[in-house]
């Protein structure tokens, strides 16, 4: 059984840039979640997709999308990156209606 | 509001010394209460899930319980690599996501 890998685990953009960040989610999990976690802070969520569609989404801006892919996968990507976007972007995989979520090892984005 | 609060924010202990974290929570329709162990610059690592009150579960030095406004995480005889951010997370509500605290982070010294 795969764990939740995520990639790259450090990136650092420059303001006003874009970013994608990947993941791939345990193996027999079906939905993914994105949690943004800034120092010192608990992770703050993000958006979830279930079926290839978003399935719920905190209180981020229209600026952060994501994907999900047949396998399960995912992608987040950001764009017209600002400086508070720096933080340990966390991603959790689990089963539908479960919430009992598997995170990956993060990506560490710092914006300059 | 959905929250959770934990508390103390930081707890330093020495190596043997049993102690309790506390997370109190606020959520419509609870589904689940999660506690997870995080190292720094790692992700989160899954410890306990409880679902009702009353309800236990033990690994190894920790011991999580829940009542119907807050749950406990017990360490008993903690050692030094038992330092990490402690981070609580409850399930429930509209959107069908986790809520976290803000954690707690155990220093265990030798």
């Known amino acids: 059984e795969t764990g939740v890998t995520q990639s790259p685990t450090h990136l650092i953009k420059t303001r006003g840039q874009q970013v994608t960040l990947r993941c791939s989610s345990q193996s027999g999990h079906n939905t993914v979640s994105w949690y943004q976690q800034a120092l010192g802070q608990g992770p703050q969520f993000i958006f979830q997709?279930?079926?290839?569609?978003?399935?719920g989404r905190g209180n981020f801006p229209p600026r952060f999308s994501g994907l999900q892919f047949p396998n399960y996968s995912s992608e987040l990507n950001v764009n017209a990156l600002e400086l508070d976007d720096s933080a340990l972007y966390l991603c959790?995989?689990?089963?539908?209606?479960?919430?009992?979520?598997?995170f990956g090892q993060g990506t560490r984005l710092t914006v300059v | 509001e959905d929250q959770v609060t934990q508390s103390p924010e930081a707890l330093r202990l020495q190596e043997g010394e049993s102690s309790s974290l506390n997370c109190s929570y606020t959520?419509?329709?609870?589904?689940?209460l999660f506690w997870y162990r995080q190292d720094p610059g790692k992700g989160p690592e899954f410890l306990f899930t409880?679902?009702?009150a009353g309800e236990e579960k033990e690994k190894e030095r920790l011991k999580a319980t829940l009542t119907k406004k807050e749950s406990f995480l017990h360490i008993t005889a903690p050692k030094p690599e038992d330092s990490a951010t402690y981070l609580c997370?409850?399930?429930?509500?509209?959107?069908?996501?986790?809520?976290f605290g803000k954690g707690t982070k155990l220093s265990v010294k030798p």
């Open positions: 959520v419509s329709g609870l589904r689940g």
């Open positions: 997709y279930y079926r290839e569609e978003e399935n």
């Open positions: 409880l679902y009702s």
């Open positions: 959790a995989s689990s089963l539908a209606g479960a919430g009992e979520a598997f």
């Open positions: 997370a409850v399930y429930g509500g509209s959107q069908g996501n986790l809520i």
